[in-house]
């Protein structure tokens, strides 16, 4: 017995050395013959997941240079700090595309407040993109609520003199929050504009979020073709005072609500968008665009929108050159000016593009958060959707299912064509309203594994785009 014992091991010993050294030659023999695609995509995930850089990257992002409104001297610091990065990666070439980009600014920190029931309640308040001030001292005045575009026009001149409250919330029955937040913007973007028509002195909007929180949203509005005597200001109020105002309406409807902004909208100033490119091996013409947007709003640090997109793109030619993945085509990294309040960045690239005859065959945009990766939303013809998602088997194992069709990005879809595959990475968007355009955008809000799974999770599907779209034989999988 003893003797057997003693043998069954020492057997097992030899047996397992010699699996080691079969294993290690067949691993070798395969990285020669074939590396696969599952194989060079764990790699990608690997490498991200212990050498990822962009977490310090956006850490150096978000807490040295911060907000960074177009115009803003933060921009032109992101400016500096992108291409300096571009550089350090060792891209092939780097440079900046000059372009005029809107210059607002939010001026003293806004103020409103009003009484009911002798209490006094201060609202938290911020004015919106391309508002114009209050007068001096303020504007008050007495408030009508609707809950869309529809029901303001209604009132007509009954808004005349009036602040007009829009205080249509999320569907918080819509998974895709993304979803939600455009069956509200309008309120925001017009709501303005509508009112300014009739003589209305102001404008509120409730934030723009699925959270009940002290936060107010700011983002862009338009006054549209209204001539300029009938801009009147315009703000958004947290999700919460909205309610708290809503119920103290019913109650007294003829309170009246004060509030005071001396945001303005200065000349244009220049500015940049960031380029760099790892060139293409076999047909360098082709150029396949990986980017987000480089600017912010001005009220937190720009972490989630969009500083997770700027540093995920770079990661995804940090993971190329890192794991010697040599593209066939020209992946080029693009860090947009502007996208917040004038996507000016985006038009000045299509337009050079255009203008230099170049051949973009795709791109891949990073600007919804930096959260748990779900998949890409595809924006292409209809042979190249269907092979994008014939790839959903090597990319599930990662998260990866969602591969619906669906928009892109707001700063590559000036490049759209029928040959121009364009893709949106789409991460899960459950949280991405509680910070949105609001001071809570901040690092500690970013997850270090979610942003890097998100790094791979691009570069992985740009290294299938990359070898599969537009070759002589594309690879159903
Ligand atoms: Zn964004």
Redesign the pocket.
């Known amino acids: 017995m003893k003797k057997i014992i003693f043998l069954i091991p020492f057997s097992l010993l030899i047996f397992s050395c010699n699996k080691n050294i079969e294993k290690k030659e067949n691993s070798n023999l395969l990285s020669i013959a074939e590396k696969t695609d599952s194989t060079n995509i764990k790699t990608i995930f690997n490498s991200a997941l212990t050498e990822g850089k962009s977490y310090e990257w956006l850490r150096d992002l978000t807490k040295n240079v911060g907000g960074r409104l177009s115009g803003s001297p933060e921009a032109q610091k992101a400016v500096e700090w992108g291409e300096k990065l571009m550089k350090e990666v060792g891209l092939d070439s780097v440079w900046l595309q000059p372009v005029m980009v809107p210059h607002w600014v939010r001026g003293e920190k806004e103020v409103a407040t009003y009484t009911t029931n002798g209490n006094q309640k201060n609202v938290p308040i911020c004015a919106l993109g391309f508002s114009v001030a209050t007068p001096n001292s303020g504007v008050l005045a007495k408030v009508i609520e609707v809950k869309s575009l529809e029901e303001a026009k209604a009132l007509g001149n009954k808004m005349e003199g009036k602040i007009v409250f829009f205080n249509r919330p999320f569907d918080d029955t819509l998974i895709n929050t993304f979803r939600a937040y455009g069956g509200c913007v309008d309120q925001r973007v017009r709501g303005a504009a509508i009112c300014g028509e009739f003589g209305a002195k102001g404008v509120i909007v409730r934030s723009m979020t699925n959270s009940i929180d002290d936060y107010p949203h700011t983002g862009t509005m338009s006054y549209g073709d209204l001539p300029i005597e009938k801009h009147i200001p315009t703000a958004a109020i947290s999700s919460k005072a909205a309610n708290i105002l809503s119920d103290d309406l019913k109650v007294n409807p003829n309170l009246k609500f004060y509030f005071k902004q001396s945001c303005k909208t200065l000349p244009d100033a220049p500015s940049f968008n960031v380029v760099g490119e790892i060139k293409g091996e076999k047909t360098p013409e082709n150029i396949f665009v990986v980017g987000g947007?480089l600017d912010s709003w001005d009220l937190g640090e720009g972490a989630h929108?969009?500083g997770t997109g700027i540093v995920q793109s770079l990661e995804v030619a940090y993971l190329f050159k890192k794991n010697n993945i040599k593209p066939k085509n020209t992946i080029r990294i693009v860090f947009f000016m502007n996208?917040?309040n004038g996507t000016r960045g985006a038009k000045k690239y299509a337009e050079l593009a255009t203008l230099n005859k170049e051949n973009h065959i795709g791109g891949l945009e990073s600007?919804a958060g930096g959260h748990t990766p779900r998949g890409f939303s595809i924006d292409a013809n209809s042979v190249n959707t269907e092979l994008l998602q014939s790839w959903k088997k090597l990319l599930s194992p990662y998260g990866l299912h969602d591969l619906d069709k669906g928009g892109s990005g707001a700063d590559i879809s000036p490049l759209k064509g029928e040959n121009v595959t364009l893709v949106g990475y789409r991460p899960d968007s459950q949280r991405y309203f509680d910070y949105h355009h609001t001071s809570r955008d901040t690092f500690d809000k970013v997850n270090k594994r979610e942003l890097v799974l998100g790094s791979a999770s691009m570069a992985s599907i740009v290294y299938l785009m990359d070898k599969y779209l537009y070759s002589d034989s594309p690879v159903k999988l």
């Open positions: 947007h929108d969009d996208e917040e600007d």
